[in-house]
C-alpha cells in the first residue's frame, strides 16, 4: 500500500505531502490543476523515465519520494527480494532525484539502486492505468499476461520459463560441440603441428636464462681468459709473485711471534688468507685454460635461444621482456593443447551425450508448453465471459469478448512443438477480440475499441483479476474517460468492489465515481506572484 507521497519542484508543484489510505483514494478538480501530476510522480518513483521537463522551471532537481507500506503478506515481501531490494521490517521508501540536465539518481531504503530494480520492483508495487496504459491494453503480450493470470498460470509459466532457459543452454552446449566437429579436421591437424613443434625445440624449466649466460661467456671469452690469466700470474706464477711475498711475511711473523706471542694470530690470519689466494689463484689458472674462444658454439647458442624465444612469444603469450616463468608457459599451453586434442577424439561420444541432454530438456519444455496451452484454452473462455458480464453492467449491454488463443508461427523448425514455435512463455499468443454491439462480427480490441469503451474493458478486466494480481496499488487515471449519467456510477461501484482487494487511486471529473471515495482529496492550484 503506498502509504505518503512526498513531491518536490516538480512540473508546478513547489513541495506537496499527501497521506493516501486503504480502499478507494479518489483525486478530483478542475482539468489543467494538477491532478495527473501525481500520477506522474508516482511514475516516476517507480521507474518511468526521467524527463528534463519535469523539473519545475528555475529549479536544479526535481524530487519523488515514496513510502510503501508492504503489510506482513510474504508473498509480496518475495516479489520485492526478486527485484535485488533487502527489506527490513515492512516498509519500503523509494527516492527519485531529476536533474534539471535530465540526469537521475534512484534509492530505495537509502541505496542507490538501478533503473532496471525500480522497473522490477513497480511490477510487485503498482498497477497504472494511465491513457498510455490504455493503448498498452491494445497489445497482445498484455492480453497473454491478463489470460495467465486469470487462470492461475503465473507457476507454470514461471516453470516453463526455467526449462526454456535449460533447453537454451543444452542447445547451446549442443551447437558449439558440433561447431568443433565440422572443423574438427583443421583443428586437429593445427593441435598436432603446435605439440610437434614445441616438442622438437623441449624447452626445459630456466633454459633461456643460463643459455644468455654461457652466450655472455663465449662472446667474451677472449676478455675472461686475459683477466682470469693476469689474475693467476699476479698472484702466483711470475718471479716476485704476491704470493711469494706473502709467503716471507709469514715466515718473518711467525719467528717474531716466538719472541712476542701477540704476533702469533696475526701469523696465524695471514696464513690462511694465503692458503685462500693460492686456492683463488689455482682457480683463476683453471678457469683461463677451460675457456675456449668457440665461434661455433656460440652459433648454437644464439640459434638455440632464437628457437625457445619464438616458441615462447608463439604459444606463451608474451609479447615484451621475457618472464621468468617462459618456459612454464609454453609448456602449459602444450598441455592445453594435449588435452583438446583428446577432447577432440571423443567428440562423436561428446555430441551423442549432448544430443541426449537436449532432446531431455527439449522434452521437458514442450510438456510443459504443451499443458499450458491446453489450460490457456480451457481459461480463454471463462475470462471472456467474465469480462462480458463486467462489460454488461458498465452500460456496453451489447458487447462480448473473448479471448482468441492461436499458436505462435515461424522459428526454428526444432524448436517447435506441434506446429508452433517454443518461447519462454509457451507456444501461445492471445488477443482479445470484441463484438461491441450485438450481432457486430468479434474483431481485435485494437480495431474497434474506442476510447470510452477502452477505459470500461480495462476497468472491467482489473475488476475480473482483482485479487489475483501482485501490485498492492491500483491506479486509475481518468477511467471515466467517454461515459457519464448512470454509467459512471456503475463504475464508481465497480471501483469500490476492487478496493476491497487492493488499494486503489482512482483520478476523476465525475461525483457519481468520487461519492464512493474511502478517502476523497481535491487538486487546485493558485497563482501567487509570478
Not at 229 to 247: H, I
Not at 314 to 319: D, L, T, W
Not at 400 to 412: A, D, F, L
Request: net charge negative.
Amino acid at each position: 500500500m503506498l502509504s505518503v507521497l512526498r513531491v518536490r519542484q516538480l512540473a508546478i508543484i513547489d513541495e506537496l505531502e499527501v497521506v493516501f489510505g486503504s480502499g478507494l483514494n479518489v483525486l478530483t478538480g478542475e482539468t489543467g490543476a494538477g491532478k495527473s501530476i501525481l500520477v506522474d510522480a508516482l511514475q516516476l518513483v517507480l521507474g518511468g523515465r526521467a524527463r528534463p521537463e519535469l523539473v519545475r522551471t528555475g529549479a536544479p532537481q526535481a524530487e519523488v519520494e515514496a513510502l510503501f507500506d508492504l503489510g506482513d503478506d510474504p508473498a509480496t515481501l518475495d516479489r520485492v527480494r526478486a527485484a535485488g531490494v533487502e527489506v527490513e521490517g515492512a516498509e519500503l521508501v523509494v527516492r527519485r532525484v531529476v536533474t534539471a540536465q535530465g540526469r537521475s539518481r534512484a534509492y530505495v531504503n537509502g541505496h542507490l539502486t538501478t533503473q532496471s530494480q525500480l522497473e522490477a520492483l513497480a511490477a510487485g508495487l503498482a498497477d497504472i492505468s494511465s491513457q498510455h496504459e490504455h493503448h498498452r491494453l491494445l497489445e497482445p503480450s498484455v492480453h497473454l499476461d491478463c489470460l495467465d493470470a486469470f487462470g492461475r498460470l503465473e507457476g507454470r509459466r514461471e516453470a516453463l520459463g526455467d526449462a526454456f532457459v535449460a533447453l537454451e543452454a543444452a542447445d547451446h552446449a549442443l551447437t558449439e560441440a558440433r561447431a568443433r566437429v565440422s572443423g574438427r579436421g583443421e583443428r586437429e591437424d593445427l593441435l598436432r603441428f603446435q605439440l610437434k613443434e614445441i616438442d622438437e625445440v623441449n624447452p626445459q624449466p630456466g633454459e633461456l636464462a643460463a643459455l644468455a649466460s654461457e652466450r655472455e661467456r663465449l662472446r667474451y671469452a677472449e676478455k675472461l681468459a686475459r683477466a682470469a690469466g693476469e689474475a693467476e700470474e699476479a698472484l702466483y706464477t711470475r718471479d716476485g709473485a704476491m704470493l711469494d711475498e706473502l709467503s716471507t711475511l709469514v715466515n718473518r711473523l711467525e719467528e717474531a711471534g716466538r719472541v712476542d706471542a701477540q704476533l702469533a694470530p696475526i701469523a696465524e690470519a695471514l696464513e690462511s688468507a694465503r692458503a685462500q689466494l693460492e686456492e683463488a689463484a689455482r682457480d683463476l689458472g683453471h678457469y683461463a685454460r677451460d675457456v675456449r674462444v668457440d665461434p661455433q658454439r656460440l652459433g648454437e647458442v644464439d640459434e638455440r635461444m632464437h628457437r625457445v624465444q619464438r616458441l615462447v612469444r608463439k604459444y606463451g603469450g608474451v609479447s615484451g621482456a621475457l618472464p621468468e616463468d617462459a618456459e612454464a608457459r609454453v609448456r602449459d599451453h602444450r598441455a592445453a593443447a594435449a588435452a583438446e586434442l583428446a577432447a577432440l577424439g571423443s567428440a562423436e561420444e561428446q555430441i551423442t551425450a549432448l544430443e541426449a541432454a537436449r532432446a531431455t530438456a527439449f522434452a521437458a519444455a514442450a510438456g510443459i508448453a504443451r499443458a499450458m496451452s491446453s489450460a490457456r484454452r480451457e481459461v480463454a473462455g471463462a475470462l471472456g465471459t467474465a469480462v462480458s458480464a463486467e462489460l454488461v453492467s458498465l452500460g456496453m449491454g451489447g458487447a462480448s469478448v473473448w479471448v482468441r488463443v492461436t499458436p505462435i508461427e515461424g522459428g526454428r523448425s526444432d524448436l517447435q512443438v506441434d506446429g508452433a514455435r517454443l518461447t519462454a512463455g509457451g507456444l501461445d499468443r492471445a488477443e482479445f477480440l470484441i463484438s461491441p454491439n450485438r450481432g457486430e462480427e468479434a474483431r481485435p480490441l485494437r480495431k474497434v475499441a474506442s476510447g470510452g469503451e477502452l477505459s470500461r474493458t480495462m476497468l472491467a478486466i482489473k475488476r475480473v483479476l482483482a485479487g489475483l494480481g501482485p501490485a498492492g496499488l491500483y491506479v486509475f487515471d481518468e477511467v471515466d474517460t467517454g461515459v457519464g449519467g448512470a454509467v459512471s456510477e456503475v463504475i464508481g461501484r465497480k471501483l469500490r468492489e476492487v478496493a476491497r482487494h487492493h488499494q486503489v487511486l482512482c483520478i476523476t471529473h465525475l461525483a457519481p465515481i468520487a461519492v464512493y471515495a474511502d478517502r476523497h482529496f481535491l487538486v487546485r492550484k493558485d497563482v501567487v506572484g509570478e
